[in-house]
């Protein structure tokens, strides 16, 4: 079985996703199987995936995000909850004559955020969130799904945070917005802020556990840095790059008839994705 996927975005050389997906295609035995990456901006999105029906899927990055989501509902495609609630998606997959579109980001910020969480609780059901762009709606589902009843977005325009806080209502999350200036006590605290744009912030000294995941794959943190100072436990990106990579190759490779979805298959799949980025 031989399947043909590829990252889409711009800018998109520094993308790993080729890297993750490869290792992936290889520890499954698909060795002629192809991942590749295509420079692609929102207005081309259309007709590219049109003219490459031959593609099992696509993982999409920015600019695609929200445009991927209004193609989905023009076509009448398979959209997922993840995606329609956020209003953004970074999977494509076809499977015979249906076409499935959905937003992995949520489970990647779930499976990165869970196994911490048994042993650093903080037990106030409250997370902050810094940021309130694209990235920040799926971290309010994933927050939703660990049981978070309660975010506080840390912003520099609250206008811009409108959307997030319409989306905490539909899930009856209370929600409120603060400068990005403190961080107060909460179980999990998610910086969805590029690295070079965050800012020195305060940590309220009262921590009594926690985690810290700073969606950005940097080499070095000093917001998680400052987390871990302050007795959270630091999750860095790469982890949610991840498992977010592992739900898209699952579906690629179901889709493509290669294989069930199974969570031994995935957990196939992390292993030589995790060993990837090692090397």
Request: overall charge negative.
């Amino acid at each position: 079985m031989r399947i043909l996927a590829a990252v889409l975005g711009r800018p998109i050389a520094h993308s790993k996703s080729p890297l993750l997906h490869r290792a992936a295609f290889a520890a499954l035995g698909l060795d002629t199987s192809e991942y590749s990456r295509v420079d692609l901006g929102a207005e081309e999105l259309e007709a590219f995936l049109a003219e490459h029906p031959q593609h099992t899927g696509f993982s999409l990055t920015m600019p695609l995000k929200d445009r991927l989501v209004e193609l989905a509902v023009d076509h009448g495609w398979d959209l997922d909850d993840t995606a329609a609630l956020t209003g953004a998606a970074n999977t494509f997959v076809r499977s015979g004559t249906s076409t499935r579109v959905a937003n992995t980001d949520v489970q990647g910020i779930v499976r990165a955020v869970e196994p911490h969480l048994g042993t650093c609780l903080e037990g106030t059901g409250r997370a902050t969130i810094l940021g309130a762009g694209a990235t920040a709606a799926s971290a309010i589902l994933a927050c939703h799904e660990l049981g978070i009843t309660a975010i506080d977005f840390l912003v520099r325009n609250p206008d811009r945070a409108r959307r997030a806080l319409t989306l905490c209502e539909e899930l009856g999350i209370t929600a409120a917005t603060a400068p990005l200036e403190r961080i107060d006590p909460s179980e999990i605290v998610i910086s969805t802020l590029p690295a070079e744009a965050v800012p020195t912030v305060k940590w309220s000294p009262r921590f009594r556990g926690g985690v810290a995941l700073d969606v950005a794959y940097a080499t070095e943190s000093a917001f998680l840095a400052e987390a871990e100072a302050h007795g959270l436990a630091p999750v860095d990106g790469t982890a949610m790059l991840v498992e977010q990579a592992v739900e898209q190759s699952a579906m690629f490779v179901e889709a493509a008839g290669a294989g069930d979805a199974r969570d031994d298959v995935k957990a196939v799949i992390a292993a030589a994705m995790y060993r990837a980025l090692e090397k």
